[in-house]
């Protein structure tokens, strides 16, 4: 069964600080993962997304990261902002058709001033 | 980026009666779009794939009868909730695929109630 783990479920954090987020999968064939932020009550909003080929990708202050040996992934936020506290969510495609995907559960994330 | 807006942010019915949800691509054409559903804390769920021009494909477990999902367009998917009861309270939220199939863009969300 395809699986995508994150951790840790919530995390708390001062303002400033950095931090890192873990997704581990078993989905296979693998096609891409993404990350996605979602903000309570609204829909998700994309990060990053990258293939098997892809180790690091950037977008501003977040990076994310891809071992497809391991099949781990991680986020890393620098410089945590107010507005970063949101639901942060990894999705791993497992064909070219990117809606079929398998949606970890998310990792809560508060960032306190 | 790719714009996905869902109409309307948030619903408030009675029960029994029925609810259309829009799902449009703004700015690209979406043969594919998809609708899942969400509850407090939870992953999205994904009930149906909606194809353009065909019927939808529902997942397991999902009523196609009491969710109908029209995609009419290649820039407007609708699910529409029948006989609505409360238990079908949830967050709604649809993608739509752009290009390649490589990404799909997420809707704002449609909080429906059913009172």
């Known amino acids: 069964k395809n699986q995508v783990e994150q951790s840790p479920q919530s995390l708390i954090i001062l303002e400033g600080k950095n931090c890192t987020l873990q997704?581990?999968?078993?989905?296979?064939?693998?096609?891409?993962l993404r990350w996605y932020k979602q903000d309570t009550g609204r829909g998700p909003v994309s990060l990053t997304i990258?293939?098997?080929?892809?180790n690091t990708k950037s977008n501003g202050r977040y990076t994310a990261t891809l071992d497809a040996d391991t099949k781990q992934s991680s986020l890393h936020i620098t410089a945590s902002q107010l507005s970063d506290s949101a639901s942060y969510i990894c999705?791993?495609?497992?064909?070219?058709?990117?809606?079929?995907?398998?949606f970890g559960d998310g990792t809560t994330l508060t960032v306190k001033p | 980026g790719a714009v996905v807006s869902q109409h309307p942010s948030w619903v408030i019915c009675k029960s029994g009666t029925s609810v259309k949800i829009e799902c449009r691509s703004l700015?690209?054409?979406?043969?594919?779009m998809f609708w899942y559903r969400q509850f407090p804390k939870q992953s999205l769920m994904l009930m149906a794939t909606s194809n353009e021009g065909s019927k939808a494909t529902y997942e397991q477990g999902v009523e196609k009868d009491k969710f109908l999902i029209n995609h009419a367009s290649l820039t407007l998917s609708t699910l529409t909730v029948t006989s609505a009861h409360p238990e079908d309270s949830s967050f709604y939220i649809c993608?739509?695929?752009?290009?390649?199939?490589?990404?799909?863009?997420f809707g704002q969300g449609t909080r429906l109630t059913v009172v």
């Open positions: 990258m293939t098997f080929s892809e």
């Open positions: 993608s739509a695929l752009r290009g390649a199939h490589t990404e799909a863009f």
């Open positions: 999705v791993v495609s497992f064909n070219t058709n990117a809606g079929k995907s398998t």
């Open positions: 997704c581990n999968y078993t989905v296979s064939p693998f096609s891409n």
């Open positions: 700015d690209f054409q979406a043969t594919t």
